[in-house]
């Protein structure tokens, strides 16, 4: 199977990383839009836009099926993308609430972006399964990722966002941003200094999980990945290195950017 994945940038990557270790016989397209990067800030109507600009072009690129790894524009254009795609499109909260109503949690936290938040459908989901929920708008925290300052600003960010999860008996907390997981040492070292033992969900590891279920063994058993092709709004020598160490491999890039207006460049 040929298996589309795109994100507002970096994130998505760590959903395609978990694909490509546990689903290797597929091939698989990648389109991280570097050029319009945060998605998490805009309004509705621009995630709407971007998002099935992308979907058309990865399914133009003759995809079987779109992931859709980043939370934000599941939150915000999943009707969108399903109406109009001609192929299955999954996204990663719907996997990721029901692997956190399987562990039997009662009060969790979600950190994300502004417009996942604001869009309540963490919230909502989770509710439906009787838990109680604690969401936190990290606007930060994809810039600092994608510029790469992973130091003293990102600390402080940490400390403004993830404080609101201590001392309120939150027993997980969804990393409801797929950027979120390149962060996850300094996260979790964060909530253990303060003594909580929390656990930090993974949307990208319960999301293929849930390809894994409904695709063929041939794909899962095969010794390594047939192909994979990376798309970049944009593409430069530290976007290209920060994708090879969050793949554990070279990644090189070809450039295909959507102008901020919607035409194709």
């Not at 939370?71 to 719907?94: F, Q, R, S």
């Not at 009662?106 to 989770?126: D, F, H, I, M, R």
Request: charge should be negative; hydrophobic fraction near 40%; aromatic fraction near 8%.
């Amino acid at each position: 199977m040929k298996i589309g994945v795109f994100d507002s940038g970096s994130g998505g990557l760590t959903v395609l990383r978990e694909l490509e270790k546990t689903l290797p016989g597929n091939e698989y397209v990648y389109f991280g839009d570097f050029l319009r990067v945060p998605y998490g800030d805009k309004p509705r109507e621009k995630i709407v836009q971007y998002s099935t600009e992308i979907a058309r072009f990865l399914e133009d690129q003759g995809v079987e099926m779109i992931v859709v790894a980043c939370n934000t524009v599941v939150a915000n254009a999943m009707d969108e993308l399903k109406a109009m795609c001609n192929v299955p499109v999954v996204g990663v909260i719907d996997p990721t609430i029901e692997y956190v109503a399987k562990q039997g949690y009662s009060n969790v936290g979600v950190a994300a972006t502004a417009a996942t938040v604001n869009s309540e459908v963490y919230k909502k989901g989770l509710a439906g399964h009787g838990i109680d929920s604690t969401s936190v708008a990290c606007s930060d925290f994809v810039s600092l990722i994608e510029a790469n300052k992973l130091e003293k600003e990102l600390d402080i960010s940490i400390e403004r966002y993830f404080g609101n999860f201590v001392g309120k008996d939150i027993q997980a907390v969804v990393l409801g941003c797929t950027h979120y997981p390149i962060i996850r040492e300094k996260l979790q070292n964060y909530l253990n200094k303060k003594g909580e033992k929390i656990e930090l969900v993974d949307p990208a590891i319960h999301t293929v999980n849930h390809i894994a279920e409904i695709t063929s063994e041939d794909e899962k058993q095969s010794e390594s990945v047939k192909k994979t092709k990376f798309w970049f709004g944009k593409v430069d020598e530290s976007l290209l290195k920060r994708a090879s160490e969050i793949m554990g491999k070279t990644v090189d890039a070809s450039r295909h950017s959507f102008e901020m207006d919607g035409t194709i460049k």
